[in-house]
């Protein structure tokens, strides 16, 4: 209840400080909306079919490679252009999701609202939760108002449902590890500068890394590390969430290059890497969260555990 | 009566050290259940460390504290809830207003549905903030933020407040009505812990005050600024009168009845040697305390 009162408080305090964004925000899902109705509409009656092999293969003659890959996209256009737009919202994620976050904490600890909110609150994990909830709302609400230009998917040939939404999931999972790594940082830093330059370079990290990582380990002849490794980078995330564009894609040039891992086995149990990597991703950002709580609070019990063990009761 | 009054802050050797500086050090400091001491120091003197300390905002190098008898090194969560924390800056959102202010942190502090509205009406009450209460805080003065900030750490009713300089950058009409209110905790029995520049700023308010001079005490400066040490005698009390009047470093001794007041040393061990030093001299005590007020008017 006290941790949902801080949370409640600190979403009224950035709609209040952000109302005109807020409003085009809504604007833009009811956009959204309507763009949702056309869509349904366009699945009744589209201009595209779902398949087209006969137009790549008019297009690619000249390499043996070239085709296959062209011939791929063209038959899962509307997973491509889906992919395509989600690698972009990750992207604007990555730019805005710090930007309205590194600075929260370093804020509230230059004007004294930290001292407050710890010694209202009690705990900093409510107070690092709030400040997780009041990132995320607002960058949701941005790429919400992006969320119209979706339809350009289904506009184009569409995809499967299922894959819509595992798609999406990644995106979210990512976007909750990207304000985990802010929130972090805004513990950490002195300056908001500091926080903002550091969240850039751990974000630009994780999901540039991996795939560095990855293509040195293929030229280095280690395949299985590197499909490990490139598995769980956000944006081949997002690409294993569209599992047919990805299998047709693993049968391309593509896959003497980057060969993510697809599935991931534990027993006799076998998950799509991708629903693997939403759980990552979230299990990272409650670590970051955690962690974060345990930078803000000075007396920490994992900071005091000696004194609490010595004291005994306390009292 | 209990002879022996109760500890609400005790710090015995704490000392904070952050970049290569002692902010504090050994600060040996007893505040007791109702007393106001006020800590007085320049800029740069440790006051706001040692309040923060003392809020388990800051975990000092070294040193132990105890607040209403938990030590709360260890234990924040549950010194927290007793603590009403007043820091320098007020920390307040500026486009919220007062209510919304006072409606939160009674949420936060755990306060029912029901009872919250109650005290943040009670509250605004206290501080005279009625007409502001749907103002935005940015409209607000220096001094009505100030008590703003005075009526959210009072929100949850804690015995305990610390106030970090309460009255800095306040005008005279703003200093006046915050030291009612200040003086208005008092009455209401709670333990107030003050951060001050000048002693002319709180003397209408601190039972107690202690200088600090960068980062240390200075013992022998501690001294009551309007407190009374009070004792209530069984038996004759006119020979406990008299004895106490002949000794060195006790004046102003009065009394009404059995119950005598006067002033004197401040320190809880100090008053306790001037109890045994009265039972040795064949006077017995039923009670024993400090109060604002002296013999005379009214009984605490």
């Known amino acids: ?315 | 009566m209990n002879a022996e009054t109760r500890r609400a802050i005790e710090l015995r050797g704490v000392a904070l050290h952050q970049g290569g500086r002692s902010l504090l050090r050994s600060i040996d400091l007893t505040v007791e259940e109702g007393q106001a001491c006020a800590v007085v120091g320049s800029n740069g003197s440790g006051k706001s460390a040692l309040l923060r300390i003392v809020a388990t905002l800051c975990r000092p190098t070294a040193g132990r504290v105890r607040v209403g008898g938990w030590d709360a090194l260890a234990y924040p969560e549950r010194v927290r809830p007793m603590i009403g924390y007043v820091p320098d800056e007020p920390g307040l959102a500026e486009r919220l207003t007062p209510m919304e202010h006072l409606l939160m942190v009674a949420a936060q502090r755990g306060l029912g549905r029901a009872d919250r509205r109650a005290a943040a009406e009670s509250m605004l009450d206290l501080v005279d903030l009625v007409e502001q209460r749907q103002s935005p805080v940015e409209m607000l003065s220096r001094g009505q933020r100030r008590r703003l900030a005075i009526a959210l750490a009072l929100v949850h009713d804690p015995p305990i407040v610390l106030l970090d300089e309460p009255l800095a950058e306040v005008d005279e009409v703003g200093r006046s009505e915050l030291i009612s209110v200040l003086v208005e905790l008092r009455a209401m029995g709670k333990t107030l812990l003050l951060a001050s520049q000048a002693q002319s700023d709180i003397a209408e308010v601190a039972d107690v005050v202690v200088p600090l001079v960068d980062g240390s005490l200075e013992p022998a400066a501690v001294r009551a600024a309007t407190s009374f040490t009070w004792i209530e005698v069984l038996g004759d009390p006119i020979v406990a009168v008299r004895r106490l009047r002949e000794r060195p470093g006790i004046d102003d001794v009065r009394h009404e009845g059995n119950f005598i007041t006067f002033r004197g040393p401040v320190a809880p061990e100090q008053r306790a040697e001037v109890a045994e030093w009265l039972v040795a001299q064949g006077i017995h005590l039923s009670g024993l305390g400090i109060t604002g007020t002296p013999a005379g008017g009214d009984r605490p």
């Open chain 1, 1 to 315: 209840m006290r941790t949902l009162a801080l949370i409640r408080w600190e979403l009224v305090q950035a709609a209040r400080a952000a109302a005109p964004h807020v409003a085009l925000t809504l604007a833009g899902l009811a956009s959204t909306g309507l763009v949702a109705g056309g869509v349904f509409l366009l699945d009744l009656w589209s201009p595209f079919p779902a398949t087209v092999n006969a137009v790549t293969t008019v297009v690619w003659t000249s390499s043996s490679t070239a085709p296959a890959l062209s011939s791929v996209i063209g038959e899962h256009r509307g997973g491509v252009a889906y992919f395509v737009l989600l690698v972009w919202f990750t992207i604007i994620a990555v730019i805005v999701g710090p930007a309205l976050t590194a600075g929260a904490l370093v804020r509230d600890r230059q004007s004294g609202r930290l001292d407050r909110l710890l010694a209202d609150a009690s705990r900093s994990d409510a107070v690092v939760l709030a400040k997780l909830c009041a990132g995320l709302v607002p960058l949701l609400l941005v790429l919400a108002g992006g969320s119209p230009s979706l339809s350009f998917a289904w506009l184009v040939g569409g995809l499967a449902s299922q894959e819509a939404v595992a798609g999406g999931l990644v995106l979210l999972a990512t976007i909750v590890l990207i304000v985990a790594v802010a929130l972090v940082c805004s513990a950490a830093a002195t300056t908001e500068v500091a926080a903002l330059v550091s969240s850039y370079l751990v974000l630009g990290t994780i999901l540039v890394g991996p795939l560095v990582g990855g293509a040195a380990l293929v030229l280095a002849g280690l395949r299985a590390p590197a499909s490990a490794l490139l598995a769980v980078d956000p944006l081949v995330a997002l690409l294993s969430a569209q599992s047919r564009l990805a299998s047709g894609l693993a049968g391309t040039v593509l896959a003497d290059l980057l060969s993510p891992r697809q599935a991931l086995a534990i027993g006799k149990t076998t998950a799509p890497m991708w629903a693997a990597d939403v759980l990552l991703y979230l299990v990272v950002a409650s670590v970051l969260v955690w962690l974060a709580s345990v930078i803000v609070e000075p007396l920490h019990p994992v900071k005091t555990w000696r004194l609490r063990r010595s004291d005994g009761e306390g009292r």
